[in-house]
């Protein structure tokens, strides 16, 4: 996929799919002067480059994110990963054991501090639904 144009339309069907297009039309209207060119980058690279390749599921690319950005300690992303697992499958129980290898791999503290912002995340999903039905 070599046509730049090609992997932005990619890139932005795939960032849909995963966070939804609420998230991405929010985001799409806070892009400023400043910022155009670093979101067209990561919707060329990080979506239609990295997360649209047929290696992995969205499943599986979504329970690695999550433990790298847990081992990172980018909390925000975190819990933006967490509310995109809706769409990508992975399950609490996938990122119960995600947690697990960061914890060993990563450090205790890094993991505890992800499952904290995990939980929120989660309860405040519970909460969005409850108010859906």
């Known amino acids: 996929m070599s046509d730049p144009n090609e992997r932005y339309r990619t890139g932005m069907a795939t960032r849909r799919s995963v966070l939804g297009d609420a998230h991405v039309d929010r985001a799409g209207a806070a892009i400023t002067d400043f910022d155009a060119d670093f979101q067209a980058f990561i919707t060329e690279t990080a979506w239609g480059s ?25 909390d925000e992303e975190v819990a933006m990963h967490v509310r995109a697992t809706r769409n990508t499958g992975a399950t609490p129980d996938d990122i119960k054991e995600a947690m697990l290898h960061v ?15 995990i939980k929120a995340a989660y309860a405040e999903m519970a909460a969005a639904e409850k108010t859906e039905d």
Do not use: D, M, Q
């Open 50 to 74: 990295v997360w649209s390749r047929p290696g992995f599921t969205l499943r599986e690319r979504s329970i690695v994110t999550i433990a790298l950005l847990a081992a990172l300690g980018h």
């Open 103 to 117: 914890a060993i791999y990563a450090g205790v503290p890094a993991a505890n501090h992800a499952i904290k912002l």
